[in-house]
């Protein structure tokens, strides 16, 4: 199974930027697809997860009311809508995959996008 995250670039403090990953290789359905983001100088930091279900979605509370999470399993495509950026949210964010209910710990997934950057600008 293979992650590909894109959509990252550079924008202003208040605009949007919408991330995709893409899972190829595996039977996307079975997968939790969660995001991830780490900021120069600090670590990994869970972001949004979902389930295979659309329905069990979870958020960090510094993006909760911004950012929304989405899957469409026919394109194995996991989207992360970001509104209202913030110069605190440039990190590169990556998308990582687990066979499992849903879950915010980094540990317990397994495989991996090479990630994406994004930068907000003030």
């Known amino acids: 199974v293979q992650l590909q995250a894109s959509g990252g670039g550079l924008v202003h403090v208040g605009g949007s930027l919408r991330l995709s990953c893409v899972v190829s290789?595996?039977?996307?359905?079975?997968?939790?697809i969660g995001w991830f983001r780490q900021a120069p100088g600090k670590e990994r930091m869970f972001v949004a997860v979902?389930?295979?279900?659309?329905?069990?979605?979870y958020y960090d509370d510094s993006v909760k009311g911004r950012f929304t999470i989405s899957r469409d399993n026919a394109k194995n495509t996991v989207y992360l809508q970001m509104n209202s950026l913030k110069p605190e949210d440039t990190a590169v964010y990556y998308c990582?995959?687990?066979?499992?209910?849903?879950?915010?710990?980094?540990?317990?997934?397994?495989?991996w996008g090479q990630g994406t950057q994004v930068t907000v600008s003030s």
């Open positions: 290789g595996g039977t996307f359905s079975d997968y939790t």
């Open positions: 979902v389930g295979w279900s659309v329905d069990r979605t």
């Open positions: 990582a995959a687990v066979r499992a209910a849903v879950t915010r710990a980094e540990s317990e997934y397994a495989l």
